[in-house]
């Protein structure tokens, strides 16, 4: 499959008029062709008239229409081999290995959520029978979920593939039957033509509406506010920095019908290092924290970025394992030049904090936009001091803070922003530390995890990837995982609506065979 440059808008390839962008290797600075040209308003206008148009059409399809829909991407994406991985590979620097099983995440995302058609729990179907005798008369009253309406998806720049063009935001939403506008990242646009190309294809062999799915491509950020705030656009997902999360929630509540933005934004994932783990297993815990920390050159947004043990023994042998860790590991390149000099001011802000010290550093890079690796330490109080210690630092920079006791460890915890994730390393005697801990860790992430690591997100019915405020826009949701099609869609109550313009999922007779709530009782009829 050739790459052309051109945006794809419903069924056309487009070349856009604006601004020239062009692919970047980062490990070798080259230009990667070829030439792709910005669209703009107009682009826009086009995209979002064509996912207006195929609304209602593209929902009112079977669940199981849009499950084979969903399955036939996922094939595509297979069926472009070595063509995707090769080209995401020059424009990210990510090795093949790591790559290949970001495709196979993709895929099984969008089978995951073929699964979730099929199963049917996602209409929440739910009936109230009439009461007539009841003094007042209950009405009969029928529930379900319907799709919100055409989706802008944004392309993350650390997943090429699971959270870009068909990645998990895009897959939640067609299947809860949103159209879907996706904006390409800059960072991989010979990657995104490709996967885009696949949609396409699969649009037109399912016979579905073109506008149901078009490519947007474009510098800067005035085609992403034109996308956001274009009134036919009903939801935003986007995975990025805080500061362009923040930008599209504050022009998406400036519209005159504000929207929701589900915006994956910052976490430092904490890790909670209690007395009797460190003391039996100390030296392990710091060699596989060091390996989280560079895993992708840090580049995941549950990357360990803090690490909170007390002061002991134990916690000497933590610090000189993790140093002799450290030592050992070699820069490696980053995803873009943008990133990793946005790394290095990170790295030296952190620096700069007084009472915030450099213990352990990697191998110094040997070629462009390579990222070393740094360990910081500090104490409890100073870290309560000052709150540039809690800035996200993407890449493999982590801070090492010492607590004097339990007390202070939760005192920590406690005014910690909201995180992905945290995790606990603990024992059996540990368990009760970890108890008081874990009450206060529900209330500030989205996952807590025990005797593990951060990074790696289980594609699954019971993950949750998201968290309190400033991890995500929206602590309600999941970017990840079955029920992030929940953000898609939206309740409707039917009231005495004639059987006959039921809703299938609503029909006397469960003629979809669906789990229901019926009178308050789960029912199979």
């Not at 968290?467 to 992030?484: I, M, Q």
Request: charged letters at 20%.
């Amino acid at each position: 499959m050739n790459i052309t440059g051109d945006m794809l808008i419903g069924a056309s390839a487009v070349r856009g008029t604006e601004a020239k962008l062009q692919a970047i290797d980062p490990a070798t600075g080259d230009v990667i062709g070829p030439d792709f040209h910005g669209g703009g308003a107009a682009e826009v206008e086009r995209a979002c008239a064509l996912a207006e148009a195929a609304f209602d059409e593209y929902r009112a399809i079977s669940p199981e229409r849009r499950a084979t829909f969903l399955e036939a991407i996922a094939s595509g994406i297979e069926a472009l081999g070595d063509t995707l991985i090769q080209r995401a590979q020059r424009e990210s620097g990510l090795p093949v290995a790591r790559l290949q099983g970001e495709r196979g995440r993709t895929a099984n995302q969008l089978r995951l959520f073929a699964s979730v058609l099929r199963d049917g729990r996602w209409q929440s179907a739910t009936l109230d029978s009439a009461l007539p005798e009841r003094t007042p008369p209950r009405p009969d009253l029928r529930m379900q979920k319907i799709p919100v309406g055409p989706v802008a998806v944004f392309g993350a720049s650390n997943f090429p593939l699971a959270f870009s063009v068909a990645g998990g935001d895009t897959a939640a939403a067609l299947a809860a039957g949103c159209p879907v506008i996706v904006k390409a990242h800059s960072a991989h646009l010979g990657t995104s033509e490709l996967v885009g190309r696949v949609i396409q294809r699969a649009v037109a062999d399912a016979g579905l509406p073109e506008g149901v799915f078009s490519l947007l491509v474009g510098a800067g950020v005035n085609i992403g506010t034109a996308l956001v705030t274009h009134p036919v656009i009903q939801a935003v997902g986007f995975t990025g920095s805080r500061a362009g999360g923040l930008a599209l929630v504050q022009a998406a509540n400036n519209r005159p019908q504000p929207i929701p933005v589900y915006a994956e934004m910052s976490s430092i994932n904490p890790m909670f290092l209690l007395p009797d783990a460190m003391s039996n297993r100390g030296p392990q815990i710091a060699r596989d924290f060091v390996e989280s920390l560079v895993l992708g050159v840090g580049q995941f947004c549950t990357n360990p970025g803090l690490a909170i043990a007390m002061e002991g023994p134990s916690l000497d042998a933590f610090r000189e394992a993790a140093i002799a860790a450290l030592t050992e590991k070699a820069a490696a390149t980053m995803l873009t030049p943008g990133i990793h000099a946005a790394y290095e001011k990170g790295v030296a802000q952190l620096g700069d904090i007084e009472g915030l010290k450099q213990i352990g550093a990697g191998k110094a890079p040997a070629g462009p936009n390579q990222a070393r690796p740094v360990l910081f330490e500090t104490t409890a109080q100073r870290f309560a001091e000052d709150h540039r210690a809690q800035a996200e630092v993407f890449g493999p920079s982590s801070v090492l803070v010492v607590c004097q006791d339990q007390a202070e460890m939760v005192a920590l915890a406690t005014r910690l922003e909201g995180q992905l994730t945290a995790t606990i390393q603990a024992d059996a005697p540990d368990y009760e530390s970890a108890g008081r801990l874990l009450t206060v860790l529900e209330r500030k992430a989205g996952r807590v995890l025990f005797n593990g690591y951060p990074t790696g997100v289980e594609v699954s019915h019971a993950m949750v990837h998201g968290g309190p405020f400033p991890a995500t826009s929206d602590t309600r949701a999941t970017s990840v995982g079955a029920t992030a099609i929940e953000r898609f869609l939206r309740p409707v109550c039917y009231q005495n609506v004639p059987a006959a313009l039921l809703p299938e999922a609503l029909k006397d007779g469960n003629p979809l065979g669906l789990w229901r709530l019926q009178d308050g009782k789960l029912s199979h009829r």
